[in-house]
């Protein structure tokens, strides 16, 4: 498995358990813990610095991130969208926004694999459908 794709999954598993904790402190730090106490995952496949940008981006940038998904989920506020769907969109919509060496299509693709695999029933096609009008109106490439 590429080591980009382990390292968005790895995000999305370590900030679904972050918004768990009552005090949500250093993402770095939460990501060291994480690592003690999850000896089976194996972070040998995963590209380590950028599994830390990923989860720096999301986190300083989650307001405007936040505040996209609101915009163009229409019905269905932050509040309604499951957890593993919201952390995946984050994660892709940081990638379009700041990662500009990603291709649109590999950031909206790789959220949309992963909520294949973890979210539920019809999260693939929601999850494509936002993302996809994200890039289509907020996303600038040259």
């Known amino acids: 498995?590429?080591?980009?794709?382990?390292?968005?999954?790895?995000?999305?598993?370590?900030?679904?358990?972050?918004?768990?904790?009552?005090?949500?402190?250093?993402?770095?730090q939460f990501l060291n813990k994480f690592k003690?106490?999850?000896?089976?995952?194996?972070?040998?496949?995963?590209?380590?610095?950028?599994?830390?940008?990923?989860?720096?981006g999301v986190i300083q940038n989650q307001p405007l991130i936040d505040s996209l998904i609101e915009k163009y989920s229409k019905d269905w506020p932050l509040s309604r969208i499951p957890m593993v769907e919201l952390e995946l969109m984050r994660?892709?919509?940081?990638?379009?926004?700041?990662?500009?060496?990603?291709?649109?299509?590999?950031?909206?693709d790789e959220a949309v694999d992963l909520s294949n695999i973890f979210g539920v029933e019809k999260a693939p096609s929601f999850v494509n459908g936002i993302l996809g009008s994200i890039a289509a109106n907020e996303v600038t490439r040259e």
Request: charged share 35%.
């Open 36 to 56: 003690e106490l999850n000896p089976d995952e194996n972070f040998k496949e995963v590209d380590e610095e950028y599994l830390r940008r990923l989860l720096i």
């Open 91 to 108: 994660i892709a919509i940081y990638e379009l926004l700041f990662e500009k060496e990603i291709p649109v299509s590999v950031a909206i």
């Open 1 to 28: 498995m590429h080591k980009r794709r382990r390292a968005r999954e790895m995000c999305m598993k370590i900030l679904y358990a972050y918004r768990f904790q009552s005090d949500q402190g250093d993402i770095i």
